[in-house]
Nanobody, 122 residues
C-alpha cells in the first residue's frame, strides 16, 4: 500500500523559506514520477514541481528560480525547498506519486499525501 506523508509546512513572512518533506513507502520509489501540487479554496489544484522517474525535474513558471525539488533515494523522501516565498504561495501543498503521472496534471496521479499548509504573510 502506497503511503505518502508530508511535513514541513508552516507560517512565514514574505521572503522567508520553508522546506517540505514527503516520506514515501509501499512502492518502487525510484520508478515513479513524484510531484508537489498546491490548492487553495479559490484555485484548483495545480502542479508546482515534479521529479520524473529518469530524474529530470519540472517547475511551474510561478516558482522557477525560487523552489527546488529533490529526493533522497536512501530515505525514500521527496523534498521541496521553497525560498523567497510570496503571499501568493499560500496554499495547501500535497505530495503525489504515480508511475505514469504528468507533472502538471493532478488527475494523472493516483497516490496522494494528506497535505501540509503553507501560509505566507506580507
Amino acid at each position: 500500500q502506497v503511503q505518502l506523508v508530508e511535513s514541513g509546512g508552516g507560517s512565514v513572512q514574505a521572503g522567508g523559506s520553508l522546506r517540505l518533506s514527503c516520506a514515501a513507502s509501499g512502492y518502487t520509489y525510484r520508478s515513479y514520477c513524484m510531484g508537489w501540487f498546491r490548492e487553495t479554496p479559490v484555485k484548483e489544484r495545480e502542479g508546482v514541481a515534479a521529479i520524473e522517474s529518469d530524474g529530470s525535474t519540472r517547475y511551474a513558471d510561478a516558482v522557477k528560480g525560487r523552489f527546488t525539488i529533490s529526493k533522497d533515494n536512501a530515505k525514500n523522501t521527496l523534498y521541496l525547498q521553497m525560498n523567497n516565498l510570496k503571499p501568493e504561495d499560500t496554499a495547501m501543498y500535497y505530495c503525489a506519486a504515480d508511475p505514469d503521472g504528468s507533472w502538471y496534471d493532478p488527475d494523472t496521479f493516483e497516490h496522494w499525501g494528506q497535505g501540509t499548509q503553507v501560509t505566507v504573510s506580507s
